[in-house]
């Protein structure tokens, strides 16, 4: 997992500024439809190629725009050394200077969280603080918008009964994200089974391979569920009784708000992962971070037993988020 998705991370950081050309010819195929009718509104959910392009050609916007994201800053990987702390201190002055330079391509930026949930620190040397830089430029939503709201989860036991989770058991649901990198991951966290269920014996795990994971790379463990793609995995993290994950935002924020315990691994040298979600996650007080490359079988079987034994104290997760977004971006239109 962290071999693969950490060589891809350091290819997108050094690619992104010394060929900018490149991002602009990813957004030319998604120029075309804005030319065959006229909208009232463009909305970039972190459409990074988009928005460079934007900014890069200002003349070509026709219709109000609005840039969500839920990080701002790229930040350098400790252990990638002084060619990474400069490519991504570039890469942030570069966003800098057009976003100031043009601020009228943004009719609104909104960061999908709260002002605490930015990063601390700077862009780089010399440049703005993180936090501050985001007050002056983005409006806030308030908290994460979530896919599933927990008081639209229904009756638990319900919920239980129609995955077909028996009573008694504990059930453990390992996933790995849509795509393909993290098969390496899911393959040691069935790994951990034989001893993680010595140590609960109720366990069962079912793990989650996604669409793009190739299922025959994965190991044949004695009573590992295994799946494919699942439509509606976030119902069934809500009725699961805890978690193994990637470090992804999106899955680690549905498990904090149903309040589900949880190990995730980030990926290596992915500084969103690493940074931005780890902070995010530390401010709920949830989840468990462990790392790829230390934990082997046994940690992970002892972290879920710790997991199986301990009740959840997360800081609880705000609600109504979507309908603010909503209505910050109907002001613009």
Same mark, same amino acid.
């Given at each position: 997992?962290?071999?693969?998705?950490?060589?891809?991370?350091?290819?997108?950081?050094?690619?992104?500024?010394?060929?900018?050309?490149?991002?602009?010819?990813?957004?030319?195929?998604? @120029? %075309?439809?804005? !030319?065959? $009718? /006229?909208?009232?509104?463009? *909305? &970039?959910?972190?459409?990074?190629? #988009?928005?460079?392009?934007?900014?890069?050609?200002?003349?070509?916007?026709?219709?109000?725009?609005?840039?969500?994201?839920?990080?701002?800053?790229?930040?350098?990987?400790?252990?990638?050394?002084?060619?990474?702390?400069?490519?991504?201190?570039?890469?942030?002055?570069?966003?800098?200077?057009?976003? @100031? %330079?043009?601020? !009228?391509? $943004? /009719?609104?930026?909104?960061? *999908? &969280?709260?002002?605490?949930?930015? #990063?601390?620190?700077?862009?780089?040397?010399?440049?703005?603080?993180?936090?501050?830089?985001?007050?002056?430029?983005?409006?806030?939503?308030?908290?994460?918008?979530?896919?599933?709201?927990?008081?639209?989860?229904?009756?638990?036991?319900?919920?239980?009964?129609?995955?077909?989770?028996?009573?008694? @058991?504990?059930?453990?649901?390992?996933?790995?994200?849509?795509?393909?990198? &993290?098969?390496?991951?899911?393959?040691?966290?069935?790994?951990?089974?034989?001893?993680?269920?010595?140590?609960?014996?109720?366990?069962?795990?079912?793990?989650?391979?996604?669409?793009?994971?190739?299922?025959?790379?994965?190991?044949?463990?004695?009573?590992?569920?295994?799946?494919?793609?699942?439509?509606?995995?976030?119902?069934?993290?809500?009725?699961?009784?805890?978690?193994?994950?990637?470090?992804?935002?999106?899955?680690?924020?549905?498990?904090?708000?149903?309040?589900?315990?949880?190990?995730?691994?980030?990926?290596?040298?992915?500084?969103?992962?690493?940074?931005?979600?780890?902070?995010?996650?530390?401010?709920?007080?949830?989840?468990?971070?462990?790392?790829?490359?230390?934990?082997?079988?046994?940690?992970?079987?002892?972290?879920?037993?710790?997991?199986?034994?301990?009740?959840?104290?997360?800081?609880?997760?705000?609600?109504?988020?979507?309908?603010?977004?909503?209505?910050?971006?109907?002001?613009?239109?």
């Amino acid at each position: 997992m962290g071999s693969a998705a950490g060589a891809r991370c350091r290819r997108a950081r050094e690619h992104s500024r010394p060929w900018p050309g490149a991002r602009s010819r990813h957004a030319r195929p998604r @120029e %075309r439809p804005v !030319r065959e $009718r /006229d909208y009232d509104l463009w *909305i &970039g959910d972190e459409a990074w190629e #988009v928005d460079y392009f934007l900014h890069e050609n200002p003349e070509l916007k026709t219709a109000a725009y609005v840039w969500l994201t839920d990080i701002v800053a790229w930040l350098p990987m400790p252990n990638l050394g002084e060619r990474d702390a400069f490519l991504t201190a570039d890469y942030n002055a570069d966003m800098i200077e057009q976003v @100031e %330079r043009f601020p !009228r391509v $943004r /009719d609104r930026a909104i960061f *999908i &969280g709260r002002p605490e949930d930015v #990063v601390p620190g700077h862009f780089g040397p010399g440049q703005p603080e993180i936090r501050g830089w985001t007050e002056k430029h983005y409006e806030f939503t308030g908290g994460y918008i979530l896919g599933l709201n927990r008081e639209d989860v229904g009756d638990r036991a319900a919920q239980r009964s129609e995955f077909g989770y028996a009573p008694g @058991e504990v059930v453990c649901i390992a996933s790995v994200g849509g795509s393909g990198v &993290g098969v390496d991951l899911l393959a040691r966290l069935m790994n951990s089974y034989p001893a993680a269920r010595a140590l609960v014996p109720n366990l069962h795990m079912i793990a989650v391979a996604g669409p793009r994971v190739d299922q025959s790379r994965l190991p044949a463990i004695d009573g590992v569920e295994v799946h494919g793609f699942v439509p509606d995995l976030n119902r069934r993290l809500a009725a699961c009784d805890l978690a193994l994950t990637q470090g992804g935002l999106s899955t680690t924020m549905e498990l904090t708000a149903a309040r589900i315990p949880f190990l995730y691994f980030p990926l290596r040298d992915h500084c969103e992962q690493n940074f931005h979600v780890r902070h995010r996650l530390q401010r709920y007080r949830a989840g468990k971070c462990m790392d790829f490359d230390e934990a082997t079988p046994e940690s992970i079987a002892q972290a879920i037993k710790s997991l199986a034994s301990q009740a959840v104290d997360y800081a609880g997760v705000e609600s109504g988020t979507a309908a603010r977004a909503a209505a910050l971006i109907a002001e613009v239109i």
